[in-house]
């Protein structure tokens, strides 16, 4: 039987993001961010709170990603804004009304969200911390149960294999899915890789996949046809007939 799937509950300071990024050569993605996530769980809130005239360049990608923007206007006279408040209320509300929220995740480094993080752990609930290194207080990456830092997203090698080059290109990139899909359940210490978990999260990844759109009539096959090309091994759980993944084989690295 599949694992119960996480869900997840994602608030943004995303001045705090910002922040960090003042120096830093490269812009802000957050299909980067949700890349990791998704491995996860399932993300069932997106909400992001800055003052938005001042990030408009980036208020497009946000849309695109269906995050909710709250905009926290600027304060006159203290030039501060209380998106840390208002972050942490809706959390707190979410926490107590939607109990089937199990993981939420703190998009910032601000120390001052160390607080919040005590209370929805004292409430049962996982916390996941996500920053950037030089904007991130030790006071709150300590505090989660997880932090990841923003620079090591993306940078994990790609899965490679012996002939995966040599795989037609459209079934090519359905293969470095599955891959990349695999690399981070393994990451994630999933104790079982149930074909309907790898599936679950390769849509999540890239919500349009179907099989079907490279040829395979199932999932199945799919995995099949990785095993028959020495990606992966699979094994056939005894009690429900399904494929359960049981690793890259010796030849595939990452």
Same mark, same amino acid.
């Given at each position: 039987?599949?694992?119960?799937?996480?869900?997840?509950?994602?608030?943004?300071?995303?001045?705090?993001?910002?922040?960090?990024?003042?120096h830093s050569k490269e812009d802000f993605d957050f299909h980067r961010v949700l890349e990791r996530l998704v491995e996860k769980g399932k993300v069932i809130?997106?909400?992001?709170?800055?003052?938005?005239?001042?990030?408009?360049?980036?208020?497009?990608?946000?849309?695109?990603?269906? =995050?909710?923007?709250?905009?926290?206007? %600027?304060?006159? !006279?203290?030039? #501060?804004?209380? *998106?840390?408040?208002?972050?942490?209320?809706?959390?707190?509300?979410?926490?107590?009304?939607?109990?089937?929220?199990?993981?939420?995740?703190?998009?910032?480094?601000?120390?001052?969200?160390?607080?919040?993080?005590?209370?929805?752990?004292?409430?049962?609930?996982?916390?996941?911390?996500?920053?950037?290194?030089?904007?991130?207080?030790?006071?709150?990456?300590?505090?989660?149960?997880?932090?990841?830092?923003?620079?090591?997203?993306?940078?994990?090698?790609?899965?490679?294999?012996?002939?995966?080059?040599?795989?037609?290109?459209?079934?090519?990139?359905?293969?470095?899915?599955?891959?990349?899909?695999?690399?981070?359940?393994?990451?994630?210490?999933?104790? =079982?890789?149930?074909?309907?978990?790898? %599936?679950?999260? !390769?849509?999540? #990844?890239?919500? *349009?996949?179907?099989?079907?759109?490279?040829?395979?009539?199932?999932?199945?096959?799919?995995?099949?046809?990785?095993?028959?090309?020495?990606?992966?091994?699979?094994?056939?759980?005894?009690?429900?007939?399904?494929?359960?993944?049981?690793?890259?084989?010796?030849?595939?690295?990452?």
């Amino acid at each position: 039987m599949a694992e119960a799937e996480n869900t997840l509950a994602v608030f943004i300071d995303f001045e705090n993001l910002a922040l960090g990024f003042k120096h830093s050569k490269e812009d802000f993605d957050f299909h980067r961010v949700l890349e990791r996530l998704v491995e996860k769980g399932k993300v069932i809130v997106k909400v992001a709170y800055a003052d938005w005239s001042r990030y408009a360049k980036y208020k497009q990608q946000l849309h695109e990603a269906a =995050i909710e923007l709250i905009e926290i206007p %600027k304060r006159s !006279m203290t030039g #501060k804004n209380s *998106a840390d408040i208002h972050l942490s209320v809706d959390a707190m509300d979410l926490c107590y009304s939607k109990a089937h929220i199990d993981t939420f995740v703190i998009v910032s480094g601000d120390s001052d969200f160390s607080p919040l993080v005590s209370k929805l752990k004292a409430n049962g609930k996982r916390v996941i911390g996500l920053g950037m290194k030089d904007s991130t207080s030790t006071l709150l990456s300590d505090n989660c149960d997880e932090f990841i830092f923003y620079e090591t997203l993306g940078k994990q090698e790609r899965i490679t294999a012996p002939g995966v080059r040599d795989i037609p290109k459209e079934k090519r990139e359905v293969f470095e899915l599955l891959f990349d899909t695999i690399a981070g359940l393994i990451r994630e210490n999933k104790e =079982i890789l149930w074909s309907s978990m790898v %599936k679950d999260t !390769m849509k999540r #990844k890239r919500p *349009a996949f179907s099989e079907r759109a490279y040829g395979y009539r199932t999932f199945s096959d799919l995995l099949e046809d990785a095993q028959k090309q020495g990606f992966i091994d699979l094994r056939t759980d005894p009690t429900s007939g399904t494929y359960v993944v049981v690793g890259f084989t010796k030849g595939t690295r990452g």
